[in-house]
């Protein structure tokens, strides 16, 4: 996960990444990453899975308040 952003990885430190995964694509094996519940929160245009989160309003509540970070 790159800067706490789910759904993204670090193309420096992992730029090896999407090789390894059709590497491991052509031998037949599955690639399998875990992502974890929580979603970054970013300014408005940084990250598209947080703004669509708080445009939907899809967060979780708790009493009322919006569970982010």
């Known amino acids: 996960m790159y800067s706490y952003r789910d759904f993204t990885f670090?193309?420096?430190r992992y730029k090896d990444l999407p090789d390894f995964v059709n590497?491991?694509?052509s031998k037949n094996i599955k690639y399998v990453p875990?992502?974890?519940?929580?979603i970054a929160m970013r300014e408005k245009g940084q990250y598209p899975?947080?703004?669509?989160?708080r445009e939907n309003d899809i967060f979780i509540k708790?009493?009322?308040?919006?569970l982010i970070g």
């Open 10 to 12: 670090d193309h420096v």
């Open 23 to 25: 590497e491991l694509h």
């Open 34 to 38: 875990i992502i974890d519940a929580g």
């Open 49 to 53: 899975a947080y703004d669509l989160g």
């Open 62 to 66: 708790v009493d009322g308040k919006t």
